[in-house]
């Protein structure tokens, strides 16, 4: 079993930062796939930031530029660095590892952008 436990989280103003971590623990499959996805209220979960464990990344376009994921394979954690958060950034975000066909995911952080 593998538990997803995320932090930094919380209330920021439109252009200020926030970093997100995840740290995985249990039995993890390697290599695998770490994301960050969010959920806003009303709207469907999106997946935000992708990294796999060769340091390979992908964004949501929305994202590119303003976000960096980053991940220590040694330590089985995962960062996301969220800079010029805009009030539209604000959900419920929610990592992910994705390994031997199995995909785990955290409870969820709430990260909140006043304008």
């Known amino acids: 079993q593998v538990q997803l436990v995320e932090s930094g989280g919380g209330l920021v103003q439109a252009g200020g930062s926030l970093r997100l971590s995840c740290a995985a623990s249990?039995?993890?499959?390697?290599?695998?796939?770490m994301d960050w996805y969010r959920q806003a209220p009303g709207k469907q979960r999106e997946l935000v930031a992708t990294i796999d464990s060769g340091g390979s990344t992908d964004y949501l376009d929305s994202v590119k530029g303003r976000f960096t994921i980053s991940r220590d394979n040694a330590e089985n954690t995962v960062h996301l660095q969220m800079n010029s958060l805009r009030p539209e950034d604000t959900a419920v975000y929610y990592c992910r590892l994705s390994g031997g066909a199995i995909n785990y995911w955290g409870q969820g952080t709430q990260v909140t952008v006043s304008s």
């Open positions: 249990g039995r993890i499959f390697s290599p695998n796939v």
